[in-house]
């Protein structure tokens, strides 16, 4: 819906800015579960064609090698090898990739100012996706960060009760939160 549209309904100004902030959120959270989403299949997919090639490859080099039975079975022997270490490494990719991919689907929900900066405070050797699919850890580190580092949160804005032509506030009845120092010091912990 358009702001016209949400007038002619009869909402007042501040009514449409939540509700087309709402509707903004919601559009963001889709579109990073969708990007997570395209970002494991192609991870998947560029993985299984690496993996055929390299197969491909492998099984037309054992076709011409012609020699005695010993020389066949051992190079069978350490092509097995090499398909099973393959395979544990493309499954350990995907896990991880998985395991990215909905801690940045999870990440939409947090109200994090810059869900970037929060992630690389997370540690991640503590976040695991259990039997049913679900993120294991991540909650309580988010709850720990939106208590000690809430600047990197929207957690609401505080407001001022002074008057807009005293020279203090921003005029506008808010006090300036100072979004982007905020982003600018966490970012500047993260690379220290």
Known sequence: MTTEELKALGLTDEQIKKVMASHGQSINAEKAKTKADLDAKIAEVDSLNKQLKERDKDIKDLKKSSGDNEDL??????LQEKYK????????QLSETKLNSAISEAMSGTKARNADVVKKMLNMDEISINSEGQLVGLDEQISRLQETEAYLFDLGTTTSKTDPNSGSGNGLGTVDSGNSIADFAAEARIIN
């Open 85 to 92: 270490t393959d395979t544990a490494n493309l499954n350990a």
């Open 73 to 78: 079975s051992k190079q069978l022997s350490d």
